[in-house]
């Protein structure tokens, strides 16, 4: 999958992901659990057991290298939902997706964490589920450690870490994989304000003419900073699309919340 | 050096590319092997107690079968005692494959709704833990035959293929069940009584020869009898197994393997909206 930098071959304005007419409709079941009970009871009482969900409908969209796009919204508006289809998690059910690139994402923190082990031991299981080898985690194994702050802690358990360390950790293996195309969804909220700014400057550093970086996030401060186009998605549509700053206003004022201080700020 | 291009579409029921998924799930092997390593040190494996547990449990297994079957049922046949504690050991390695795979990819949910890589990793990195477990039972029924007089003959060789078709037989049940249960999560709850039927219904604690003629349908119908058949022919005799058995263990084992992956391949792209 992804490789730990990138390939630097790519031109800026060169297309990096093309999102074209794609929709993502699929069944859940009501029932948080499913179980053979609930679908026995389901059918003798002819009640329906699942629920169709339209999570993305005719979305187009264009990224290119060497830009950074901003996707706000509501929840529930899609935006994990696309993530997750460029991304190669979900098929989407219509139209088509190209990725030119390889891709890593950083949808959540901690993801192949084992808890009871170290946080040594979790530097090498969350960047191989990242898709790093053995060495390139050996390679960049102090600068992780380093950039993690948790000095002897590192040998620590993680069961034994804050939620502040623990994010710690995870933001820093997550940012060590330097794909073509970077996916961040609301990874910024981590630890207290002082490494909240580090990572920041972080995926700010990762900006570069043959990355392509797509940015999640609710912390409206961030994206205007840091995006050169901002996609704003409801209900699965994309509604606009544009300059960073109009984009936002034009949201933040159909949420009839107008720019509030606890808006803007990292959230 | 090109671009690498990915295009994604929508699917119908049906495969991926082979090719490809073969070769993520190739450059994923340090994973399989360090996700299989981190679940057993979860379970206290790399300690000096956890390594002497995985020797103890299988002794204390067939201790308790030792005092049914020796001191209870007054036998002294002690290849009766040999061929369970054998077939015993070759059993847990399928049901252990069985019951740490049927949760593998519902608690792999973080992992499956994050990363894009193969999901039939999840079911294999139970079998290898499983695997694992069973290594160590094999030295223990070295000792206990060594120490009983049972012979040592070259066609004991014979228990590394059936050993494999074990193995491939474990993963499909593996990969069909941990599917299942994305689907009807109280699967898990029956399994123990799925295995502890598959128990008596094998011959393990009985010795297929001594099958009442009614019930030979039973090499036939379960999947593992000609297997365990094969393995006590092999290691509690030393002899050649008959080739029908083996062959019969082969089919069994090659059919639900493929079946499984079918099966999971062909849905494993909507887990992340199953689970």
Same mark, same amino acid.
């Given at each position: 999958m992804s490789s730990l930098s990138a390939s630097s071959l790519h031109k800026t304005n060169e297309i990096a992901v093309s999102v074209r007419d794609v929709s993502l409709t699929y069944s859940t079941t009501i029932d948080r659990r499913p179980t053979f009970k609930v679908r026995a009871k389901a059918l003798m009482r002819g009640k329906k057991q699942t629920r169709v969900v339209n999570a993305l409908r005719n979305v187009n969209l264009d990224v290119e290298y060497g830009h950074v796009l901003g996707v706000i919204g509501a929840n529930g508006a899609g935006k994990s939902s696309l993530m997750r289809c460029i991304a190669g998690i979900l098929p989407p059910t219509q139209g088509r997706i190209e990725v030119y690139g390889s891709v890593s994402t950083l949808l959540a923190l901690g993801v192949g964490f084992n808890p009871s082990m170290s946080g040594r031991d979790n530097v090498y299981l969350g960047g191989l589920a990242a898709?790093?080898?053995?060495?390139?985690?050996?390679?960049?194994?102090?600068?992780?450690?380093? +950039?993690?702050?948790?000095?002897?802690?590192?040998?620590?358990?993680m069961r034994t870490y804050s939620s502040g360390m623990y994010a710690r950790l995870a933001f820093s293996v997550a940012a060590t994989v330097r794909p073509d195309i970077l996916i961040i969804d609301e990874a910024l909220s981590t630890g207290d304000a002082k490494f909240k700014e580090k990572s920041l400057n972080r995926v700010k550093e990762l900006r570069s003419d043959d990355r392509a970086l797509i940015l999640v996030s609710h912390a409206m401060q961030t994206l205007r900073e840091t995006c050169n186009d901002v996609v704003w998605l409801d209900k699965g549509k994309v509604i606009s699309r544009g300059e960073p700053n109009q984009v936002i206003d034009a949201y933040q004022e159909f949420l009839q919340v107008g720019k509030s201080a606890a808006i803007d700020e990292d959230v | 050096m090109s671009t690498p291009l990915q295009v994604y579409e929508p699917f119908k029921a049906g495969l991926p590319k082979l090719g490809k998924y073969w070769k993520s799930l190739w450059s994923r092997r340090t994973f399989i092997a360090e996700h299989s390593k981190s679940e057993l040190r979860e379970q206290h494996y790399d300690s000096v107690f956890g390594q002497m547990w995985l020797v103890i449990n299988p002794l204390l297994l067939s201790g308790v079968?030792?005092?049914?079957?020796?001191?209870?049922?007054?036998?002294?046949?002690?290849?009766?005692?040999?061929?369970?504690?054998?077939?015993?050991?070759?059993?847990?390695?399928?049901?252990?494959?069985?019951?740490?795979?049927?949760?593998?990819?519902?608690?792999?949910?973080?992992?499956?709704?994050?990363?894009?890589?193969?999901?039939?990793?999840?079911?294999?990195?139970?079998?290898?833990?499983?695997?694992?477990? +069973?290594?160590?039972?094999?030295?223990?029924?070295?000792?206990?035959?060594?120490?009983?007089?049972?012979?040592?003959?070259?066609?004991?060789?014979?228990?590394?293929?059936?050993?494999?078709?074990?193995?491939?037989?474990?993963?499909?049940?593996?990969?069909?069940?941990?599917?299942?249960?994305?689907?009807?999560?109280?699967?898990?709850?029956?399994?123990?009584?799925?295995?502890?039927?598959l128990l008596y219904l094998s011959p393990i604690l009985y010795e297929a020869s001594t099958l009442k003629p009614g019930l030979l349908f039973l090499e036939y119908v379960n999947p593992l009898f000609p297997i365990l058949d094969s393995w006590s022919s092999a290691l509690v005799y030393g002899q050649s197994p008959e080739i029908s058995s083996v062959l019969a263990g082969l089919g069994w084992a090659t059919g639900i393997f493929f079946f499984g992956t079918y099966f999971f391949l062909s849905r494993e792209r909507e887990f992340a909206v199953r689970l």
């Open positions: 898709g790093m080898t053995r060495d390139e985690i050996n390679g960049h194994f102090d600068e992780i450690a380093a +950039f993690s702050e948790l000095g002897d802690a590192i040998d620590a358990p | 079968y030792f005092i049914l079957i020796v001191i209870i049922g007054g036998t002294t046949d002690t290849t009766r005692y040999v061929h369970l504690t054998g077939t015993l050991f070759l059993f847990y390695l399928v049901s252990n494959s069985l019951s740490s795979g049927v949760k593998s990819v519902t608690s792999g949910q973080r992992l499956i709704l994050n990363t894009a890589f193969p999901r039939i990793m999840l079911p294999l990195s139970s079998v290898v833990i499983a695997l694992f477990k +069973f290594l160590p039972t094999v030295i223990v029924f070295i000792v206990i035959k060594a120490v009983v007089g049972s012979p040592f003959t070259i066609q004991m060789l014979w228990a590394l293929p059936i050993l494999l078709i074990t193995i491939l037989l474990a993963l499909g049940l593996a990969i069909t069940i941990s599917c299942i249960n994305v689907y009807f999560r109280d699967i898990a709850s029956f399994l123990p009584y799925a295995t502890r039927t």
